[in-house]
T-cell receptor
C-alpha cells in the first residue's frame, strides 16, 4: 500500500524567506507525484507534478520540487515566499496505472508580512 | 478555465438521516472521484467511478455509501444513515483519462456536519 509523510505540520516564515517542505512516500512500484495547494476558502489546486524525466520540476507561482528516488522524497521548495503563499500544502502520490491519490497529512504554511 | 463545482458548501444533518452531496465534474472528463478529510486528518480516497460503474473503492466506502451519475452533468455521493464520524469535508474530483499520469481536478468541497 502507498503512504505519504509530510514532516512539518505547521510552518511560519517571514516574507522573502526560503521554503522547503518535506515529503516522503512509500510504494514499491512506479509512482507519480503531486503537490497540491489549498488557499484559505478555496479548493485544492495543482502546484506541480512529476511523472518522469528531469527530477527537478517547476510549477506555478515560482514553486519547484525535486524527486529523489533513492530517498523516496519529493520536497517542495520556493526561494522567496510571499504573504500570498499562506495556504495548506499537500503532497500526494499515485501509481502509474492507478486512479487513487494517496495524500500526506498536509503542511499549513503561514507567511508573515 | 473549467472547474469542478460542489453543492452545498456546508450541510448540517442529524445522525441517522440520509444526505446527498452533489458535484458537477468538468464537462469533458470521464472519471470521477470522491475523497474526504476528517478535521485534522489526511485527505482519504473513497471511490472512483467510470462509465456508470465504481472502478475502485476504499475500505471506508461501505454499504452506507453510494454514488450515482443521475444525468449527464451531476455526480452524487449518498450517505444512507449518517453517523457522527461521517462529519468531514468531502471533495469531488475528476479527470479525463483515469490513470496516474492524469491530474485530478478538485472541487471546493462540502463540509458535512452530523449532529
Amino acid at each position: 500500500a502507498q503512504s505519504v509523510s509530510q514532516h512539518n505540520h505547521h510552518v511560519i516564515l517571514s516574507e522573502a524567506a526560503s521554503l522547503e517542505l518535506g515529503c516522503n512516500y512509500s510504494y514499491g512500484g512506479t509512482v507519480n507525484l503531486f503537490w497540491y495547494v489549498q488557499y484559505p476558502g478555496q479548493h485544492l489546486q495543482l502546484l506541480l507534478k512529476y511523472f518522469s524525466g528531469d527530477p527537478l520540476v517547476k510549477g506555478i507561482k515560482g514553486f519547484e520540487a525535486e524527486f529523489i528516488k533513492s530517498k523516496f522524497s519529493f520536497n517542495l521548495r520556493k526561494p522567496s515566499v510571499q504573504w500570498s503563499d499562506t495556504a495548506e500544502y499537500f503532497c500526494a502520490v499515485i501509481s502509474n496505472a492507478g486512479n487513487m491519490l494517496t495524500f500526506g497529512g498536509g503542511t499549513r504554511l503561514m507567511v508573515k508580512p | 478555465e473549467p472547474e469542478v463545482t460542489q453543492t452545498p458548501s456546508h450541510q448540517v444533518t442529524q445522525m441517522g438521516q440520509e444526505v446527498i452531496l452533489r458535484c458537477v465534474p468538468i464537462s469533458n472528463h470521464l472519471y470521477f472521484y470522491w475523497y474526504r478529510q476528517i478535521l485534522g486528518q489526511k485527505v482519504e480516497f473513497l471511490v472512483s467511478f467510470y462509465n456508470n460503474e465504481i472502478s475502485e473503492k476504499s475500505e471506508i466506502f461501505d454499504d452506507q455509501f453510494s454514488v450515482e451519475r443521475p444525468d449527464g452533468s451531476n455526480f452524487t455521493l449518498k450517505i444512507r444513515s449518517t453517523k457522527l464520524e461521517d462529519s468531514a469535508m468531502y471533495f469531488c474530483a475528476s479527470n479525463k483519462a483515469g490513470v496516474g499520469t492524469d491530474t485530478q481536478y478538485f472541487g471546493p468541497g462540502t463540509r458535512l456536519t452530523v449532529l
